[in-house]
Nanobody, 119 residues
């Protein structure tokens, strides 16, 4: 059984910072890409940032220069440092990881963490 557990969300004023963490646990042989998605009310879930096992990163245009994704492979954990937050960043943020639990690679999702940015 594989679980992704997110933490670090909350309420922050515009211009502030938050750091999200997502730890994978359970029967894990290896992890390929890990990423963060977000979903605002009434909108589709969208990719925020992703990082490969080798450290290559990809960002949505709307967060480039403000957000930084990183990972600690020894801890099976991915982070999202969010700076210069804007009200439009308000959403539920979900962690996603491509994990090999022993038979085939499977995409897993975390439960989501709320980020609210006040103006």
């Amino acid at each position: 059984q594989v679980q992704l557990v997110e933490s670090g969300g909350g309420l922050v004023q515009a211009g502030g910072s938050l750091r999200l963490s997502c730890a994978a646990s359970g029967s894990i042989f290896s992890i390929n890409a890990m990423g963060w998605y977000r979903q605002a009310p009434g909108k589709q879930r969208e990719l925020v940032a992703a990082i490969t096992s080798g450290g290559s990163t990809n960002y949505a245009d709307s967060v480039k220069g403000r957000f930084t994704i990183s990972r600690d492979n020894a801890k099976n954990t991915v982070y999202l440092q969010m700076n210069s937050l804007k009200p439009e960043d308000t959403a539920v943020y979900y962690c996603n990881a491509e994990i090999f639990p022993g038979s085939d690679y499977v995409y897993y999702w975390g439960q989501g963490t709320q980020v609210t940015v006040s103006s």
